[in-house]
């Protein structure tokens, strides 16, 4: 299993510009997130997907669009990149077993905005 | 949402046994408590998840008082690759954005 994985690893883009952040999982998971990491500070939700067919606005969806094309795929739509969404940014996905949630992370796309 | 308070860094030697506190005083009944742990430039891996007492898994060991206010995650005999940053929270254990994470501690292993 290929777990979380996301592209591209690294962006540059100029102000205005846009572009979509691709995530993938296979194992099977109902829910997957998108949080973004800025220097110093922990990780903040943007958008979940609890199944297939839904989404829900985290902490900090501003600015930002998504879409949960399968059971597989959430991808998160820059419409137009500012320099303030300059980060990193993790997918991840959860599986409940029993009373525990465990949430699995992608390796992250860095992000730079001119 | 139940809020976290951890420390933000904390040093120790290799082979040391390290106990990190975090704090989190409104705790819902419902909440568990996950750790995670974050390499540089890797997303956050889960350590171990816990409800109340004890737990222990073959990387660390969770302690939960009796109110459940607090919990310590232990990390025995820890080595330089233990060097990253650590993440409490607080959720029900059902996923969706009831998990929040805070800035997490940055644990700094030295030889």
């Known amino acids: 299993n290929a777990g979380v994985t996301q592209t591209p690893k690294f962006q540059v883009l100029k102000t205005g510009q846009s572009m979509t952040l691709q995530c993938a999982q296979d194992?099977?998971?109902?829910?997957m997130y998108w949080y973004r990491q800025d220097p110093g500070m922990g990780l903040r939700l943007i958008y979940y997907?609890?199944?297939?067919?839904?989404?829900d606005k985290g902490e900090v969806p501003n600015g930002y669009n998504v879409s949960r094309l399968n059971k597989r795929e959430f991808s998160l739509r820059l419409e137009s990149a500012a320099p303030s969404q300059t980060s990193v940014y993790f997918c991840?996905?959860?599986?409940?077993?029993?009373?525990?949630?465990?949430?699995?992370f992608g390796p992250g796309t860095r992000l730079l905005v001119l | 949402l139940a809020k976290t308070t951890q420390p933000i860094s904390m040093d120790s030697y290799e082979g040391q046994e390290v106990n990190i506190t975090c704090s989190h005083n409104?705790?819902?009944?419902?909440?568990?408590i996950t750790w995670y742990q974050q390499f540089p430039s890797q997303g956050p891996r889960f350590i171990i998840q816990g409800y109340k007492t004890k737990v222990t898994n073959e990387v660390a060991s969770l302690f939960i008082p009796a109110d459940r206010k607090s919990s310590t995650l232990s990390l025995p005999r820890v080595s330089l690759s233990d060097t990253a940053v650590y993440y409490c929270?607080?959720?029900?254990?059902?996923?969706?954005?009831?998990?929040?994470f805070g800035k997490g501690t940055m644990l700094l292993v030295s030889p």
């Open positions: 997907s609890a199944s297939e067919g839904t989404t």
């Open positions: 991840a996905s959860s599986v409940v077993s029993g009373d525990q949630e465990t949430q699995y």
């Open positions: 409104n705790i819902a009944t419902n909440d568990y």
């Open positions: 929270l607080v959720g029900d254990g059902q996923g969706y954005s009831t998990l929040t």
């Open positions: 194992m099977n998971h109902n829910s």
